[in-house]
């Protein structure tokens, strides 16, 4: 097999400047902080549940009757469990729909604009949710929902916009390795919420909610005012241009003289008119780009299970094995470790093999497996987060591929020549659709999750009737 010589004699990273950088750096860490306030709220669930919980259920929190009588929503832990699983799953389908908004918004408006918008606007949202109502003392399950909805409208302008932004700097070549890297933005992100709530959950929970909406909102000025979107904003030539040139390079430096007339080079330098003058593709010809269904569907299938580690991992430790919430919290941060190296070093191998479906279905393959390891995972602490990182590398590696690299590939096909018009709908569609697979997963983990408490709290009803009837 040879070896691709974008790989050889460091010719990949001879082809990025210093403006490659800060556009890596400044998507990667856009979408990390959007993600941090994601998790923000999974990793405070047990908090959020105690407040929200009477007293009479909850001895966890020693607060005046009063208070719990004016503040509390729900009768018992488990009615207050299943509501924040409803919360998860009207942000998913709230999220899935904004991203085939924001996909075909993406492309026919500033990119930066988009980002910027839905960073700032997004950490307002949960600075009200989180941190607003709590030192108001006002909780209302409608407010909660429709904020959640906004908020999973605004949040989904952040992966096509970043992605498209990625696609019109970085090329074909050793895509498979820079999306990998870059797209453990994400995982990088839940380690980063992680941390930041785990430090100030001592003082209550609006604090992890305020501190993660400050940073997000501050990222969101920084984009707009320090991101550039495609080359062609400073005068440098596009990625297009640079691919033609590179397959004209191979041509023969001596062609003969009776072809000498007939060569003309396939590229151009493009003026600002010309490159204005890209129509974005409509959403019905994005899903008919060749791979855009199947990847989607696929996508679907692995984001419900991705994402029911990821709103449910620090809230199944904390219960199932009886560990503090800020350990349980630090813990889980080990899937996402597995899913920046999976997804990194899964990338480059599909660069090496040049192509991606069996890198793919081979750790997908494994994934099952790894998935049957964790289930029975012991209470110990450092063979828990073993299995766990080890599952995070076949599940979270192959997601982060789907998401950038490979939506990247779909969005710059042949048969629409690489228009960056095109990226950010097809991006959209295909996280778009992973979202509506996970909001549906939501459900079940719901349901799996309060089916215990539920089953408990008949049974201890039950003994209390037949000992009401013996002493009757």
Known sequence: MAWPSVFQRGSLLSRFSHHHVVVFLLTFFSYSLLHASRKTFSNVKVSISEQWTPSAFNTSVELPVEIWSSNHLFPSAEKATLFLGTLDTIFLFSYAVG?????????????????????????????????????????????????????????????????????????????????GLWSACASVGNILGACLASSVLQYGYEYAFLVTASVQFAGGIVIFFGLLVSPEEIGLSGIEAEENFEEDSHRPLINGGENEEEYEPNYSIQDDSSVAQVKAISFYQACCLPGVIPYSLAYACLKLVNYSFFFWLPFYLSNNFGWKEAEADKLSIWYDVGGIVGGTLQGFISDVLQKRAPVLALSLLLAVGSLVGYSRSPNDKAINALLMTVTGFFIGGPSNMISSAISADLGRQELIQGSSEALATVTGIVDGSGSIGAAVGQTSCTIVFISPLIVREIFSLMRRRQAHILRE
């Open 99 to 179: 991203l085939f908004i924001s996909g075909i918004v993406g492309d026919r408006l500033n990119l930066r604009w988009v980002l910027s918008f839905g960073m700032c606007s997004s950490a307002f949202v949960v600075f009200v949710f989180g941190t607003l109502t709590e030192w108001l003392r006002f909780y209302n399950k409608w407010l909660y929902c429709c904020l959640w909805i906004v908020n999973g409208l605004l949040q989904s302008t952040g992966w096509p916009c970043v992605v498209a932004i990625m696609g019109n700097w970085f090329g074909k070549a050793g895509r498979g390795v820079v999306f």
